[in-house]
């Protein structure tokens, strides 16, 4: 069956960095688009980037600028490299992966999404 497990997620201070990783399993990876999603206490599931099978990817405008996504077909893994962390982005964060291809027009959507992860939490300090 379709498996996602997350790594990568730690306590850090503001300013820092970190990557996360999504190892897949159960499903043709390269086919897929691939996605990571956010869940802060008390807030809603929000998409913050994800990536097609063909390379073309879809941010959050807001987060676009300190966070890159990729993926790398042949580890059937799925990448976001995050930097200069603000306490604000301090949440569980979610691969998800989907045979559909994505709107580009847009941050990808909760509902974009079939199969989901168990989560990571990253925690940012000041």
């Known amino acids: 069956q379709v498996q996602l497990v997350e790594s990568g997620g730690a306590s850090v201070q503001a300013g820092g960095s970190l990557r996360l990783s999504c190892v897949a399993s159960?499903?043709?990876?390269?086919?897929?688009?691939v996605g990571w999603f956010r869940q802060a206490p008390g807030k809603e599931r929000e998409g913050v980037a994800a990536i097609q099978s063909d390379g073309a990817t879809s941010y959050s405008q807001f987060l676009k600028d300190r966070f890159t996504i990729s993926r790398d077909n042949a580890k059937n893994s799925l990448f976001l490299q995050m930097r200069n962390l603000k306490p604000d982005d301090t949440a569980t964060y979610y691969c998800?992966?989907?045979?559909?291809?994505?709107?580009?027009?847009?941050?990808?959507?909760?509902?974009?999404?079939?199969?989901w992860g168990q989560g990571t939490q990253v925690a940012v300090s000041t």
């Open positions: 159960g499903f043709t990876f390269s086919h897929y688009t």
């Open positions: 998800a992966a989907d045979p559909r291809g994505l709107r580009l027009d847009r941050a990808p959507q909760v509902a974009d999404f079939l199969h």
